[in-house]
């Protein structure tokens, strides 16, 4: 079946700029998860959706970072003013369902360079 | 808090040998503990994982790990490692309690594989 897809695969920026990157987790996922890779961090939590519960939030590095889940279905990350920093993989995960042993399937990722 | 280490940032083997990447782990409770592969411009791809039970984990494409909690560790080997397992690996760990709803890899290794 078709597993986690993001867009876009690749978004370059100038210094200042908001963007806004979309995930589509599988199908019947209720759990969705942002991760960041960076080459100075390695890979990093920033937030999490179940259903209709409030998001954990708790990895989100500054208040230029939300994120969304609409319907239950798929989320959108947005930076204000992005800074050079920012530049990294943001990639995204889905379960299906939120057990600490369920297996998170990631996406492909979108590379987001800020000039 | 719930930690990884990845020992080694790389692992040099011949085509045909033994193949054992290192991990070991730290968090509050029982673990669930991943690994995922990457391959260059690729998000992650699951591998294998230990949630319970019987400590040998067999998995995708002929990788298996042991988990032992004694050593808290949980090393990925393969019998016999092939050009094709080239990539980075990351070894994952998610806390039974605490340690919210994420998971916490390691740094990474690369792993490379030659003729």
């Known amino acids: 079946g078709a597993g986690v897809s993001q867009s876009p695969s690749n978004k370059v920026t100038e210094k200042g700029k908001d963007v806004e990157l979309r995930c589509d987790p599988i199908?019947?996922?209720?759990?969705l998860y942002w991760y960041r890779q960076s080459l100075g961090q390695g890979l990093e939590f920033l937030i999490y959706?179940?259903?209709?519960?409030?998001?954990?939030k708790s990895g989100l590095p500054s208040d230029r970072f939300s994120a969304e889940r609409t319907g239950g279905s798929v989320s959108t990350l947005t930076i204000q003013r992005t800074q050079q920093e920012d530049s990294a993989v943001y990639l995204c995960?889905?379960?299906?369902?939120?057990?600490?042993?369920?297996?998170?399937?990631f996406g492909p990722g979108t590379r987001l360079t800020v000039l | 808090a719930q930690s990884v280490a990845q020992p080694e940032d790389q692992v040099n083997v011949a085509e045909g040998n033994p193949l054992t990447v290192k991990c070991t782990y730290s968090v509050s409770g029982n673990p669930y503990l991943f690994w995922y592969v990457q391959y260059p411009n690729r998000g992650l791809q699951f591998l294998l994982k230990?949630?319970?039970?019987?400590?040998l984990v067999k998995g995708s494409y002929g990788f298996e790990a042991e988990f032992n909690k004694s050593q808290t560790s949980f090393h990925l080997k393969k019998p016999s490692a092939l050009v094709s397992d080239s990539a980075l690996y990351f070894c994952?760990?998610?806390?039974?309690?605490?340690?919210?709803?994420?998971?916490?890899f390691g740094t990474g290794t690369q792993l490379k594989v030659e003729l």
């Open positions: 199908s019947g996922h209720t759990a």
């Open positions: 994952a760990v998610r806390g039974f309690t605490g340690g919210g709803n994420k998971l916490t």
């Open positions: 995960a889905s379960s299906l369902a939120p057990a600490q042993g369920d297996t998170q399937y």
């Open positions: 230990y949630i319970t039970g019987d400590n």
């Open positions: 959706f179940q259903g209709n519960s409030a998001p954990d």
